[in-house]
């Protein structure tokens, strides 16, 4: 299992271009550049976004307590479906 050489890659670079074709591949670049772009974009706004927006509190949890002592609560497991 050696390496590979330049002539098996040139061949492998042929059998691309013969499969695909030099405008598709041209277009699989070009979105593949954009891609890469829009993520370093991405990237950039995102940790200046972060910085600047307030952490949300956690949601409160309901108690036992709570849960008796209002009359329009339901509880979900003990309703059943007749």
């Known amino acids: 299992m050696g390496s590979f050489s330049i002539w098996h890659w040139l061949i492998v670079l042929l ?3 013969l499969i695909f074709g030099t405008k598709k591949l041209k277009n ?13 974009d991405g990237m950039k706004s995102g940790g200046e976004a972060a910085d600047a927006a307030a952490p949300v509190p956690p949601a409160q949890q309901v108690t036992q307590q709570q849960r008796t002592a209002d009359p ?5 497991e003990a309703k059943t479906k007749s």
């Open 15 to 17: 059998v691309v271009v």
């Open 28 to 40: 699989i670049g070009a979105d593949l550049g954009g891609a890469v772009k829009g993520f370093k």
């Open 72 to 76: 329009n609560t339901v509880d979900v």
